[in-house]
């Protein structure tokens, strides 16, 4: 939200060099975040509850009866990473396409790249809920499959209404994707789900690196944008294959 309506404004007032000071303000945001989250969000073991031996049953019971459902581990990493790779070239070059190739105006392309701010604050919410009532794996398929929707339509329609609603699909799943695969993991692994999601986001975090890199390197090489999203959209398409075909039992 801060980057679409604010940078645009910074970028026409501060001149030739307004770049760089964009990419320190940015930076001392993303630092003084940090430091808040560091200090409000330790961890209290005094106020740690644990359910006594045999409370929590029926909740195990259910869990056990959807398993067989859902994906397997080995799944998750992979779909976690590709999603990674995918994701990032939207995010990180969506706005520059719109400017490039699409011909928006800074402030328009701005106001676009909000919406998907906006949604983002309430997908992890909504897509926890789904993922509760359908099964991971279930939500997991309907997020793919929105989110692939969002980088077709820019594709292959290229009015500003149609920007707007590709960030409105983007941003109201790509959060969704993380919340549904953080449950995935804590329903498989219990108590040594924090180190393993760690392990699973490393390997996403990775997939973004190569993800950013290559769709750079796509637009130097072809001159567009074109490919680049193209091979975001297969990257989504595959984790929907994969999560469709993949599951235990």
Known sequence: IVTGLLLPYLLFQLGKEAWRQCWFLLALITFLVAVIGWILLREKPNQTAFLPPGLGGDKRSDLSKRESHELTLKAIFIIYFIFGFSYNIYATYFVAYMIGEIRLTAKTAGDIWAIFGWMCTGSGLIWGYLSDRLGRRKALLWNNGIISLSVLLPLLLYEPFIMGFSAFLFGGTFLGTVTVV?????????????????????????????????????????????????????????????????KKG
């Open 182 to 246: 953080a449950a995935s993991v804590g329903d498989q692994i219990g108590e040594r789900r924090a180190s393993v999601y760690g392990l699973v986001t490393l390997i996403h975090g990775i997939g973004q690196f190569l993800g950013t890199i290559s769709g750079g390197y796509l637009k130097d090489l072809t001159g567009s944008f074109q490919l680049t999203f193209i091979v975001s959209l297969t990257g989504f398409l595959l984790c929907l294959i994969l999560t469709a075909i993949n």
